[in-house]
């Protein structure tokens, strides 16, 4: 009798413990499933978040660069002496070749950082057809002593300075706005020049 009672023990423990059936593991797998989507989910939404977040820098740190340039080469706009002549060359110029616009703006300063002598350049800051804002140095020819020509067509240099730059809004500012001394927009149209000191600039949108 003992012996019988001990073996329905075995047989109870046995069937007990047989393992797993085959709906536990179809939940099983499911709630793994579901687990490892919610993971899979959350990782993809961070490297998203990461990614943009990097692109948005770098943009950020693009347009804050050129900014600076575009600051740094109009501050240093300058008039150009001309030889017997008792109004000098302004330092913004329009001319039908190179017209000033909303988009592009022509200029002589003292920025000659590819020369160890002191001569003015013309530099031109003008959007590409890919709305790149590019920058474009010409060399001065020296006329006589303390006096400039800018008569050569081949550029010393040609940099990107900015991306893409994003399309003027329909009542938004354009990338350069010009204002008379008195506040006043000066229309960037026809064939006119800007003395310096005569008004105001560096006014854009980059992005």
């Known amino acids: 009798m003992i012996r019988l009672g001990r073996l329905a023990r075995r047989r109870k423990r046995t069937s007990t413990d047989s393992g797993l059936g085959l709906t536990e593991l179809v939940v099983a797998m499911a709630l793994l499933g579901i687990i490892a989507a919610i993971v899979f989910g959350l990782y993809l939404s961070a490297t998203r978040t990461i990614s943009q977040a990097r692109s948005l820098l770098s943009n950020t740190r693009e ?6 340039e575009i600051s740094r080469v109009i501050r240093a706009a300058t008039e150009n002496p001309v030889s017997g002549v008792a ?12 017209p000033i616009t909303g988009e592009s703006v022509t200029l002589y300063a003292y920025v000659n950082l590819t020369s160890s002598s002191q001569q003015p350049v013309k530099i031109r800051l003008a959007l ?6 590019v920058e474009t140095v010409w060399p001065a020819t020296v006329l006589s002593p303390g006096f400039y020509g800018f008569t050569s067509t081949v550029p010393t240099s040609t940099r990107i300075m900015a991306g893409t730059v994003a399309p003027q809004a329909a009542s938004g500012p354009s990338l350069f706005t010009y204002l008379l001394s008195d506040g006043s927009v000066l229309p960037p149209t026809g064939d006119w020049h800007l003395h310096s000191g005569t008004a105001a600039y560096d006014r854009g949108c980059l992005s």
């Open 63 to 68: 347009a804050s660069n050129g900014m600076n």
């Open 87 to 98: 109004v000098n060359d302004p330092a913004f110029t329009s001319t039908a070749a190179a």
């Open 128 to 133: 590409d057809s890919s709305r790149r804002l």
